[in-house]
C-alpha cells in the first residue's frame, strides 16, 4: 500500500540530513514542497531526480484532492521548506487528510528550529510550550503572550527580522524582563545565539537580519515569604500542644510557603521557648 512519508529537511547546513531521509527522496514516485526552490536545491546536492511538486500555503486547498489520488497510487514524500513537515507549515492538513483515508503517514525525523534552539538556549528543557509564528499585529501578539504569562514552561516562538524588536519590548512589558535565548539563522553560515535578559535583546539586535527563533524563561514561582502573622500562628499551635508535622503542614496548605521553610521557622521560634 502506497504511504505518505513526511521527511525532515535541514533547517540550514544541507549535511544535517539523515541517510533514511535521502533513501526515501529518491525511492518515492513524488515530492510535495512547501518550497519548490529550495528543495531543489536539497535534491541537487544530493543528485535525486524524483519528481517534484509544491504544496503550500496559497495553493494547498488545490492541491490537497491531487496528493491525495495521487496517494492512491504512489508513494509520496512530503517536506517543508526547512525542519519537520507538519509543524505551523501546510503539511499539517495533508498529513490529516491522508489519516482520515486510511493511508499510512510514516514519519521520517529530522532537523528542527524549535528543539535545536531549546537546546542549546540554556533554558529549562523538561518542559516547554511551542507557541509556532507569533502573531503579525501586535495586539493579537500581546494578547497571546498574556495569556501564557503565568505558565511555568519554558516558551519557544519563531519570529521574522523586521518584527523582533517589537516583539522582544512586547515580550518585556508583559512577561517582565526575564531570560531569553534568540537564535538567529541556525546552522547557517552566519548562526548566532544571545542569551541574557529580553532588555538586552532589544539592544543587542539593532538591525535584525534572518531566521529568528525566541526562547524565553517560562515564570519563576515566588514563594510566599514568612511574615509575622504566619510566626504567630506557628507559635500559637506550638502553644496548644499541636505537633512540629501536623503544624508545618496546616500552615503549609494555606499559604502556599514549603514545609522546609515553616520547619525551619518553628525550630527558630519554638526553641527555649
Given amino acids: 500500500m502506497s504511504g505518505l512519508y513526511v521527511i525532515a529537511t535541514p533547517i540550514g547546513n544541507l549535511e544535517d540530513i539523515s541517510l533514511r531521509a535521502l533513501r526515501l527522496l529518491k525511492q518515492v514516485e513524488l515530492i510535495a514542497a512547501e518550497d519548490t526552490r529550495t528543495t531543489r536545491q536539497l535534491l541537487n546536492a544530493y543528485g535525486i531526480k524524483t519528481p517534484l511538486t ?8 488545490t492541491k490537497l484532492g491531487y496528493l491525495l489520488d495521487c496517494l492512491e497510487e504512489k508513494d509520496v514524500a512530503l517536506v517543508s ?5 507538519g509543524l505551523s507549515d501546510p503539511g499539517y492538513e495533508l498529513i490529516v487528510a491522508a489519516i482520515e483515508r486510511g493511508i499510512p503517514v510514516v514519519p521520517v525525523p529530522g532537523a528542527s528550529a524549535a528543539i535545536t534552539a531549546l537546546v542549546i ?3 529549562p528543557t523538561n518542559q516547554f510550550l511551542y507557541l ?8 493579537a501578539r ?9 505558565e511555568p514552561w519554558t516558551l519557544v516562538a519563531f519570529e521574522a527580522p523586521h518584527r523582533l524588536l517589537e516583539t522582544l519590548e512586547d515580550a ?5 524582563d526575564r531570560n531569553v535565548a534568540v537564535a538567529r539563522e541556525l546552522t547557517k553560515v552566519h548562526e548566532e545565539v544571545f542569551r541574557g535578559k529580553l532588555s538586552q535583546a532589544v539592544t543587542h ?5 534572518g531566521e529568528f527563533t525566541l526562547v524565553i524563561e517560562g515564570k519563576i514561582p515566588v514563594e510566599p515569604v514568612i511574615n509575622e502573622q504566619i510566626e504567630k500562628e506557628l507559635f500559637r499551635l506550638h502553644q496548644q500542644g499541636t505537633g512540629a508535622k501536623r503544624a508545618v503542614s496546616l500552615l503549609s496548605q494555606a499559604s502556599g510557603i514549603s514545609k522546609k521553610a515553616l520547619y525551619q521557622a518553628w525550630l527558630r521560634l519554638t526553641q527555649g521557648a
Avoid at 509544491?54 to 486547498?61: E, F, I, T
Avoid at 518585556?172 to 517582565?176: A, S
Avoid at 539586535?205 to 537580519?209: C, I, L
Fill in 54 to 61: 509544491s504544496y503550500h500555503q496559497y495553493n494547498k486547498r
Fill in 81 to 85: 521548506e526547512a525542519g519537520m513537515p
Fill in 121 to 123: 538556549s540554556g533554558l
Fill in 132 to 139: 509556532g509564528f507569533l502573531p503579525r499585529r501586535s495586539g
Fill in 142 to 150: 500581546r494578547r497571546l503572550l498574556q495569556s501564557v504569562a503565568d
Fill in 172 to 176: 518585556r512589558q508583559i512577561l517582565g
Fill in 205 to 209: 539586535f539593532v538591525q535584525p537580519r
